[in-house]
């Protein structure tokens, strides 16, 4: 029973097919009978603000460590990560980190406005990786001005895409004994 | 660093004397945002609560950390993801690296949940409630043993969580399944006053029955920090202040029971440390009115255990 509770609190549409059809879908996963009539009893509100709650601190923890990105994007950032949470689990220790640096990747593939907002979203992922790691060292390529947006997103919100022509450039992150520092040429 | 390996497999006969652990005093959760203030501050504050986890396939970074939080504080770590409650067993590689990191800390206890927190390959990502029965009691008893194979030094403390979740088909109520599990796996309690406050309103029961139910003597420590309301449901959003209502349980703990150590658990809103301190300072006077005298005592006889 705790395998397909586990799977009911973090999966949206088993949860949704759980509750309505208990039965069929606790014979699916294995469950005896007396075990789907135990789980029947438990209310779908409660399980439903679980594994809300569940959602809200994952995806809580992930504005944490990329912050532009998720102010850049305001509440788009919460319906992608929702999809992008539908489809990926953490399995390392790490599990929070591990689910930024994957929405990250995640969102190259997503058609977003602005465009530049990937180039965003890769500069927090490449940051936050170099900081997490023990590497001494650490090159980026972006297809625009990295610099210019991340001053910009970071004092006062997005400006429009005009404002950021593409521009190649290029994030260094360096580590000497216990500084880190980064460059973006 | 050496393999560990279950070692003195019969000490889970021997007893925990609960009452010679030493009293600690009154501490914080060791978050990031106020480092610089805690060592401003560090005579205020009686030890840290460390996330274990945070420090498990540390960084150079992270264990430089660790190395200078040991150095000024006694440091407890509590730890997330054991996963105490799952029926398939604790994971053994994570197990590894927490007793390593214990073997490296040498605290006075450690901290871990009545809960699960995966199962068949999913994480769930947080604390999911286990149901009152004779066949989960089971798990967490075999589970904790075989913990204490793996960690038989350093005496386990068991937590309270909030749930939304209730399981209608269980056995017994919350504080008799604590009681028996505690009992027979023979580890303390880190007792929650704010969980059991969030989960007597959520759930519709009196705090005090609760507690009478509870073995004072084996509540080694407290966590407190203030609820929200959504709706008409309280939350453990270790994100606002104390309020009197929770006050109230720990201080009725206080008068129970011989506790050892109270940690203030504030994850987010961090607000000025003038403020954390004031919490601190409030928790001092319930928890003991000379527990400062007593904590500086007990940290440094632990230093000169540890030296």
């Not at chain 2, 399944?177 to 929650?192: A, K, S």
Request: charged share 30%.
């Amino acid at each position: 029973m705790q395998n397909l509770l586990a799977r009911i609190f973090t999966d949206e549409d088993l949860r949704l097919r759980f509750l309505l059809e208990p039965e069929k879908t606790g014979a699916e996963n294995n469950l005896s009978e007396a075990e789907i009539e135990q789980i029947k009893q438990l209310l779908p509100e409660q399980i439903n603000f679980f594994a809300d709650s569940l959602f809200y601190k994952r995806l809580h923890e992930v504005e944490k460590f990329l912050p532009l990105t998720r102010k850049l994007l305001g509440k788009d950032f919460e319906k992608y990560f929702r999809e992008f949470a539908n489809q990926f689990v953490p399995q390392t220790i790490k599990k929070h980190l591990e689910d930024a640096l994957e929405f990250a990747a995640f969102l190259q593939s997503k058609k977003i406005e602005p465009i530049w907002a990937k180039d965003l979203a890769r500069f927090e992922q490449a940051r936050l990786s170099f900081n997490n790691s023990e590497k001494r060292f650490s090159l980026k390529r972006f297809d625009f001005d990295v610099r210019k947006i991340v001053r910009e997103v970071s004092r006062e919100g997005a400006k429009a895409q005009s404002e950021f022509p593409k521009r190649k450039t290029y994030a260094v992150w360096l580590r000497v004994g216990k500084r880190t520092k980064h460059f973006i040429y | 660093m050496s393999n560990l390996t279950p070692k003195h497999l019969n000490t889970c006969s021997l007893s925990t004397d609960m009452e010679n652990l030493p009293k600690l005093g009154v501490g914080i959760g060791f978050r990031e945002q106020f480092r610089a203030d805690l060592f401003l501050h560090r005579a205020k504050i009686d030890f840290l609560e460390i996330t274990a986890d945070h420090y498990l396939d540390a960084t150079t970074q992270k264990r430089a950390e660790l190395e200078l939080l040991k150095q000024h504080f006694p440091l407890i770590p509590h730890g997330l993801n054991l996963s105490l409650g799952s029926a398939e067993g604790v994971d053994e590689k994570y197990l590894e690296k927490l007793a390593r990191l214990i073997e490296e800390i040498r605290p006075a206890w450690f901290s871990e949940h009545i809960c699960f927190t995966k199962s068949g390959g999913v994480d769930i990502g947080h604390l999911a409630p286990v149901a009152f029965t004779r066949e989960s009691l089971a798990v967490l008893k075999r589970n904790v043993r075989r913990v204490k194979e793996f960690i038989p030094q350093t005496p386990l403390i068991l937590e309270n969580i909030t749930y939304m979740v209730r399981f209608p088909f269980s056995e017994m109520g919350e504080a008799d399944f604590i009681r028996e599990l505690v009992e027979e796996t023979d580890c303390g309690l880190l007792l929650d006053v704010t969980n059991l406050y969030i989960n007597s309103v959520n759930h519709g029961y009196d705090w005090r029955d609760f507690l009478e139910k509870l073995p004072a003597e084996r509540i080694v420590q407290l966590h407190f920090v203030g609820s929200h309301r959504h709706g008409n449901l309280l939350i453990d959003g270790h994100a606002h202040r104390t309020e009197a209502e929770i006050w109230n349980v720990f201080r009725e703990v206080c008068v129970k029971s011989n506790v050892k150590g109270a940690i203030l658990e504030r994850d987010e809103n961090f607000p000025p440390f003038a403020e954390i301190l004031e919490e601190i300072r409030t928790a001092k006077e319930i928890f003991q009115p000379d527990s400062r005298r007593h904590g500086k005592h007990d940290r440094l006889a632990l230093r000169r255990t540890k030296d």
